[in-house]
């Protein structure tokens, strides 16, 4: 079993930056791909990015690609989302995920571990 705790949302003028934390506990997070999804009010939700156990793949949704970079540090068990050039699109909760493997996979029925999410609004 891992549980996930999301931190690090707020609320940021557009172009501003944020950064996100996922902290895991329970089992060795080092052998889990680590996944960024979020979901804005009315809409499914979204794939945004991942990364493999040892950090070597990353996948990116076209989206957010060139602004967000997605990277992790096993000895402390978290995985972050630096966010930069927000904009107020990109207003959503934001939830990791987990799933054992290293397929950076981009469907969130492939993650069996989710935290609770942190909420970012991005204000024009």
């Known amino acids: 079993q891992v549980q996930l705790v999301e931190s690090g949302g707020g609320l940021v003028q557009a172009g501003g930056s944020l950064r996100l934390s996922c902290e895991a506990s329970?089992?060795?997070?080092?052998?889990?791909?680590v996944a960024w999804f979020r979901q804005a009010p009315g809409t499914e939700r979204g794939f945004v990015a991942a990364i493999s156990w040892s950090g070597g793949l990353t996948n990116y949704a076209n989206a957010v690609k060139g602004r967000f970079t997605i990277s992790r540090d096993n000895a402390k068990n978290t995985v972050f989302l630096r966010m930069n050039s927000l904009i107020p699109e990109d207003t959503a909760v934001y939830s990791c995920?987990?799933?054992?493997?290293?397929?950076?996979?981009?469907?969130?029925?492939?993650?069996?571990?989710w935290g609770q999410g942190t909420q970012v609004t991005v204000s024009s």
């Open positions: 329970g089992r060795t997070f080092g052998s889990y791909t």
């Open positions: 995920a987990a799933r054992l493997g290293l397929a950076v996979l981009r469907n969130s029925d492939d993650y069996n571990y």
